[in-house]
């Protein structure tokens, strides 16, 4: 099996327009008390691709989720921004709204078929 973990949380902390996030989880945040914050994982890791008895090849599914009292327009801009600089395609954007902790939600998946270059 293939990971490409360590490249999306890369991509997405280096990226300059998610700077003022407080936080970059895995799965969700441990509270809302800082805010605004993102939280990533990974929905789907198919092999796709097999050369020589070993994976060369996968589809990425990845869910990248962002938490805000205010806006979150110009966030989602450079989330889309950073999983572009790694080839990923944006498959579904929703705009939701947590009732219970009165938080803007705003949750993205990205896909990207990969292939290993050093084979």
């Known amino acids: 099996?293939?990971?490409?973990?360590?490249?999306?949380?890369?991509?997405?902390?280096?990226?300059?327009?998610?700077?003022?996030?407080?936080?970059?989880?895995?799965f969700h945040p441990p509270d809302f008390t800082n805010l605004p914050a993102l939280s990533y994982f990974e929905i789907d890791n198919i092999g796709t691709l097999y050369g020589d008895d070993q994976e060369i090849g996968s589809e990425f599914v990845y869910q990248i989720d962002l938490w805000h009292s205010g806006s979150l327009t110009a966030l989602a801009m450079g989330v889309d921004s950073a999983m572009k600089t790694l080839d990923f395609a944006r498959i579904s954007s929703n705009d939701l709204y947590e009732q219970d902790s009165l938080i803007y939600?705003?949750?993205?998946?990205?896909?990207?078929d990969y292939s290993d270059p050093s084979f």
């Open 1 to 26: 099996m293939l990971s490409i973990k360590s490249a999306v949380l890369t991509a997405l902390q280096t990226n300059t327009s998610l700077s003022t996030l407080t936080g970059f989880y895995f």
């Open 105 to 112: 939600h705003k949750s993205m998946k990205f896909r990207l």
